[in-house]
């Protein structure tokens, strides 16, 4: 799948770059014990660590408000998705299983300070995905079921239109245990050299992978 960072948000933020991975004959299940431990035990490490410090006292929740403001985004009324997660455990409101791939999904996006989205690329439609910020016209069901409106936020869309952002993403591309293939986006830090991204987005792969099985290619982009 071909995809591309369009010139408008490359101007806004000339350090943007995401990292993409796709995955192929996957098996997504309920997740097993060891990543359901894991994720339960980050994120008390995480509770514990709030106690001393401030949401944007981590590096990744700090440049990612920066980037929301730049590209016209209000912080304050959407946040990354990676904030949302890092809010709710500040209240003991722990992230519960959903089910292997999205638990993945959270258990990096937390380690790494950064929003990450995962697709069933069955789902989507056509060969080509755009990463841009959003027009009054875009506008999808989240997967909390709420409609949201993507103006003047990044978002990533098909030939159908957008489908994912790093805010929430969409009911339609969700994955779950029928997903065979899917498409996975990592919101990098734009302090990130390309080879620290690279680097990440390997780790993130091979355990996912381990889990699931199947193959899968893995880039930066920007």
Known sequence: MEINILPSLKKTIPDFK?????????????????????????????????????????????EWKTIFKKVGTDPNRYRP???????????????????????????????????????DIDKL?????????????DEYEAINGRNVSMNQKILSCDSQGAFGSPIVDSARSGVTTSTKNALQLIYLKPSMTSSEGLELIQSLKNMFIQIHGGTAEATVIG
């Open 81 to 119: 998705s990676v904030e949302s997660l890092y809010r709710r455990i500040k209240k003991q409101n722990y992230i519960g299983t959903i089910n292997s791939a999205a638990d993945i999904n959270n258990f990096f996006s937390l380690q790494y300070e950064v929003p990450i989205g995962i697709y």
């Open 125 to 137: 439609t056509g060969d080509k995905v755009e990463i841009k910020v959003g027009t009054s016209s």
């Open 18 to 62: 995401i990292g993409v991975i796709e995955y192929f004959n996957i098996v997504v299940t309920d997740s097993p014990q060891m990543v359901k431990g894991r994720l339960q035990l980050f994120q008390e490490n995480i509770y514990f660590d709030l106690e001393e410090k401030g949401f944007y006292d981590y590096e990744g929740l700090r």
